[in-house]
């Protein structure tokens, strides 16, 4: 399913806090914080020039967060950099003085970090980013899991020190018992969604988003004419959407935001004009993008800034992962996992229909940017579901000619 966006703000300019949130200012902060990160390398960007010809387009560059500091998932970005920001502006404040990135291993800053716990709800990926910014500065982390967290990945986060709280239901679930919990127990939520009255610290989790947009934009040989980005809550898709927007003007590509069919949201809020909650069903294989209501501020963002929106099934996940996996001749094998696909598995689907690549303005002249959110982060399940192992497919480089 595919819709063009439909609300009447479609087009205009971002309010002028998203646009200081994600514009260049934001590029720049991004840039300060990484610099004081030892274990900072910007991701690759892939170049799929034999995929490409095989679609009908110009080409086709994928920005592989695969590797993002150890972690594997684009998430690395985000809520360690929101707790950093927090725990810095905690010291500025009981040490009456300005503290940056360069005091983040300084000991009266770790001394006050160890008196502040932050929690947060996950799917697995944004909570292991949380547990490693407390763990880097010396915090105490909580992270509220579901039942449809695989064990490994939880194993993850356990493994960066944060104490494992079980919660019943889905992810929204979890997300409303992490900010009960937080309220009664003085901790900080470290959310990937906002909702009414609390904004800021989401907003700082998509700011972290930024910096793989402008590697991308750095290392593109052209700026893409489109961009298919997946959707959980939307905080992904609001950060390029908004990011691409601020940065490049009238020249921003053609952002088209792609959900599960069995979770999409963002869709259903596009139809609706306001943010919604629906109604939980059967689990997704995506199930890093498995949300059932959509951020307020992220979809401040995407009414704006977003061109459409639509669904991809499991099965087109699945074959997204398995194409990567086993490219084209000549093409990089790339490890993508359930979700990491997702923005392709998009694209796939747009190529194959006519009605739509027309309605997208996707001929032979678009150049394509889609992003790889996550690798093999529960490797039981890629193999499960591509039948080899990531470390094989890491190590393929390119396809063999055929």
């Given at each position: 399913m595919l819709i063009l966006n439909p609300d009447p703000a479609h087009g205009a300019p971002l309010d002028a806090a998203d646009a200081a949130l994600l514009g260049a200012d934001a590029a720049d902060e991004l840039a300060r914080y990484l610099a004081h990160r030892p274990d900072h390398r910007p991701t690759p960007l892939i170049a799929l020039p034999c995929l490409a010809a095989r679609l009908g387009v110009a080409a086709l560059h994928l920005k592989d967060e695969s590797t993002r500091f150890g972690?594997?998932?684009f998430k690395a970005l985000g809520g360690a950099y929101a707790v950093v920001r927090l725990v810095l502006e905690e010291a500025a404040r009981r040490l009456g003085r300005p503290v940056g990135y360069a005091e983040m291993a300084a000991p009266e800053v770790r001394n006050i970090a160890a008196t502040m716990?932050?929690?947060?709800?996950?799917?697995?990926?944004?909570?292991?980013s949380v547990a490693q910014g407390a763990a880097m500065l010396g915090s105490r982390c909580a992270i509220l899991v579901h039942a449809g967290v695989s064990p490994a990945r939880v194993a993850a986060i356990a493994g960066l020190g944060?104490?494992?709280?079980?919660?019943?239901?889905?992810?929204?679930?979890s997300v409303e018992e992490a900010a009960r919990l937080s309220a009664a127990r003085g901790w900080?939520?470290?959310?990937?969604?906002s909702w009414p009255g609390y904004e800021r610290i989401p907003g700082l989790v998509m700011q972290g988003y930024v910096a793989m947009v402008d590697?991308?934009?750095?290392?593109?040989?052209?700026?893409?004419?489109?961009?298919?980005?997946?959707?959980?809550?939307?905080?992904?898709?609001a950060a390029v959407a908004g990011h691409l927007a601020e940065r490049l003007g009238a020249r921003r590509p053609t952002l088209v935001v792609v959900e599960p069919d069995r979770a999409a949201c963002v869709l259903e809020t596009a139809r609706a004009g306001r943010p919604v909650r629906i109604a939980a069903g059967a689990p997704t294989v995506m199930a890093m993008l498995e949300c059932y209501e959509t951020s307020l501020v992220a979809w401040r963002i995407l009414a704006r800034a977003a061109d459409a929106f639509m669904t991809v099934s499991e099965e087109d996940a699945v074959?997204?992962?398995?194409?990567?996996a086993r490219?084209?001749?000549?093409?990089m094998a790339v490890v993508a996992g359930e979700s990491g696909g997702a923005g392709l598995a998009g694209l796939l689907r747009v190529a194959g229909d006519a009605g739509a690549r027309q309605a997208l303005g996707c001929g032979a002249e678009a150049r394509i940017l889609v992003f790889n959110t996550e690798g093999a982060t529960d490797t039981a399940r890629y193999r499960d579901l591509v039948g080899l192992d990531p470390a094989l497919v890491a190590g393929a480089g390119s396809a063999p000619d055929q």
């Open positions: 972690l594997g998932s716990t932050f929690a947060c709800a996950t799917d697995g990926n944004h909570g292991r944060a104490e494992i709280i079980r919660v019943d239901g889905t992810y929204d679930d900080t939520v470290v959310s990937d969604t590697e991308a934009l750095a290392a593109m040989p052209a700026p893409p004419t489109h961009v298919f980005v997946q959707a959980g809550v939307g905080g992904l898709a074959a997204a992962m398995n194409r990567l490219p084209e001749a000549g093409d």
